[in-house]
Every structure is written in structure tokens, then in C-alpha cells.
């Protein structure tokens, strides 16, 4: 082989080392980081939660009431919340995270905080999700959501008035705020003890929540 032969492939080869090393270092640049979001941006003192700030396992949703992902996966937070009511060492914690795509996701968010204004936060959750394919895409979703509130046996003039005056918005901004410093950019995002689960089927979360109870 000439000089110039050998110059040529050891060129070739020493890019194909580097191309080898990129491609072998790769795929850990896509993987989800570990590191635990600090719970003081993720639980606030008026986030609306079934336990108390400070327990032992926090589990936090950020979550899109118009979300189609959000409503499939809230049956399994159900399952997850029910198993755990009475235990004072568990909180689930909701937090507001409306996605720009979604019209009538703010103000579904409104009806929530409105009826969670009068303690009935959760129930109005749970009928937001269960009816979503009813309000989600209606040209005027007010009626559907004081239906809905009447059912929760509101006092209809406040859950009207905060509503007309959209009083909850800054409650929301804060909410999507804090999501936007997380870095989130879909919904549901949920978090145990900070960290973000990939799996949200209930055994999935509940072994999570198991194993973090028992150390």
C-alpha cells in the first residue's frame, strides 16, 4: 500500500471511531433525568391536595381538563387515591397545567377551582374528566359546567360570580407557572416524591408508593 493509501484509510478509520463513539454515547442523551424536582414548586400551601403538605409520599399531577391522556389516566389516580385515603402518610396533589391547544380548558379549570372554593375541588375533578367528551369541544361549555355544579349542590351565585369574574385565572397561571419552570411540556405529568413516572398504570404507581412507604 502507498504513503497515500495509508494516509487515506488512516483518515477513514479515525472518523469512523469518532462516528462509532457518537452513536455509542448517544442514547443516553434522550434518557429522562432522575434528579428529584424540589417539592416546594411542586406542592404550594393552597394547592389543592387529599393530605396534607409534608407527607411521607407526595404523589403530583399536572394535568389538562381537556387532556384525552389526562381523563384515561384519572381512573387510575382514583384507584391509587382510594387505596391510600386513611393513610396520613400520603397526599395526591392536582395542579393545573391547561395546554394552548385546548379551548375550553381553562375555563374547565375555572369550574374547578371555583367549586374547590366551596370544598367540592375533587368532585367537580372527577366530573370534568368522566364528562369530558359532553363540554370538551362545545362551542359554549358555561352551561355543561353550572349543570355540573348545581349537581355538587353549589351555591349557584358564588360558583356564577367567580366565573363571570374568572377569579381563579391567577390561581391557574400560577399553577401552569410553576409546570413551565419543572420544564413540562405535556400533560399528564406526574411526579412521586418528585420524580416523574413514565408508567401511570395504578400498579405501577401503587408499587412506587409501596416501596417509598415502607422505607
Not at 24 to 32: I, R
Not at 202 to 215: A, I, Y
Amino acid at each position: 500500500m502507498s504513503n497515500e493509501n495509508k494516509i487515506v484509510a488512516g483518515i477513514c478509520l479515525f472518523f469512523f471511531i469518532i462516528i462509532a463513539f457518537l452513536f455509542w454515547k448517544g442514547p443516553s442523551l434522550g434518557q429522562p433525568t432522575t434528579t428529584a424536582v424540589n417539592s416546594d414548586i411542586l406542592v404550594k400551601d393552597l394547592s389543592h391536595m387529599t393530605g396534607k403538605k409534608g407527607a411521607k409520599v407526595t404523589v403530583v399531577e399536572f394535568g389538562d381538563y381537556q387532556c384525552p391522556a389526562c381523563a384515561a389516566v384519572n381512573p387510575e389516580i382514583k384507584k391509587l387515591t382510594a387505596v391510600y385515603k386513611t393513610n396520613p402518610e400520603f397526599n395526591f396533589v392536582f395542579r393545573n397545567f391547561p395546554l394552548s391547544q385546548h379551548k375550553n380548558a381553562i375555563i374547565a379549570a375555572e369550574a374547578a377551582e371555583s367549586a374547590g372554593a366551596q370544598g367540592k375541588y375533587f368532585e367537580m375533578d372527577n366530573l370534568l374528566y368522566e364528562n369530558q367528551q359532553e363540554w370538551g369541544e362545545s362551542a359554549d361549555p358555561k352551561p355543561l359546567l353550572s349543570k355540573y355544579a348545581a349537581g355538587l349542590a353549589l351555591d349557584m351565585l358564588k360558583f356564577q360570580t367567580d366565573m363571570t369574574a374568572h377569579t381563579f385565572v391567577p390561581v391557574i397561571q400560577a399553577d401552569t407557572n410553576d409546570g413551565q419552570t419543572i420544564g413540562i411540556d405535556h400533560t399528564p405529568t406526574v411526579y412521586i416524591n418528585g420524580t416523574e413516572q413514565r408508567d401511570l398504570q395504578f400498579e405501577s404507581m401503587k408499587k412506587v408508593v409501596d416501596g417509598l412507604l415502607t422505607k
